[in-house]
């Protein structure tokens, strides 16, 4: 009998525990290196933070320069957006290519509470919230309250927004220094939210220089950062080719006449604003996303 109660308890015990579920970048990493050729895998360090890279040689006689292509948030660097695509075409037009993974949301980042304070509080303290407790009681005039404005709760937090920033900014430096080991052109071309955190970043005047920034669909998923981004964007210090589509979100089509309105009052001319037709993930909207990114590139250099 006691040896039954025993093996139950620990029946309720295992089955009590709790497995957490493998992290979507694990997952994603775990398909590259299955599916990708071994030598394009490049393993690098964010900090103590791995992630992985995708390289891939230029395939022309002139060597033009170095591309870093960063996908959007949940992203792959081997989506069907473009990023796939331009991954290898851009190796026929002669740009060596890094893509990285981006870095898991962390969605409980606003969640986190305050420390609570050590001390315990007085007598004193404790008379004092009592009497304004009372005081603070709703009388029957409260109730009928008239009516005010009350602002919208994000879906997405400021602090999830510069949590998954930093991050993904630890990666972007990275790979960064690893193509300042060729003295050559370097571009950046950025999807959806981490092309949103990038022009922030830009905007501040960083030490990393870099020839050419193309945002493609940027936005930031929180209604006042998306807002302040029409101005970010005129302020960002490299040439900018700010690529959309017409069947974006409408986070995206309704800030773009504020784009260009902010970019003429601060004269930012080496900036272009362009439109794809379709849907993105058709071949020949690859097709003439490469010829827009090809043409404004070869305007620079």
Known sequence: MAFSCVALLALCTTAAEHIAPPSLSSIENSDIKRLLPTDE?????AGETEFLSLRSEYMSADFRGIVLLIPDWQSTPTNNAGMSYLRKELNNLGYTTYAMTTPDIDWQASKIAEPAAETAPSAATETESQANSELEQP???SKNEAPHHVDAIEAISDEILDNYKLNLLARYK???QTAMQEPTNIVVIAQ???AGVLTEYYADFPQERIDAFISVS???PNAKRNKS???TTSLVTPALLDIYYASDNRDILINLKNRQRWVNRNAKF???QRQLFGLRDQPQQHARLTKE???FLRRLF
């Open 174 to 176: 990275a790979l960064y």
């Open 229 to 231: 981004l029409s101005q």
């Open 192 to 194: 959806g939210t981490s």
């Open 139 to 141: 009388d029957a005039s």
């Open 293 to 295: 990114i090809d043409g």
């Open 41 to 45: 895998v490049k393993t690098m360090l």
């Open 218 to 220: 940027s936005y930031l």
């Open 270 to 272: 080496d900036y272009r």
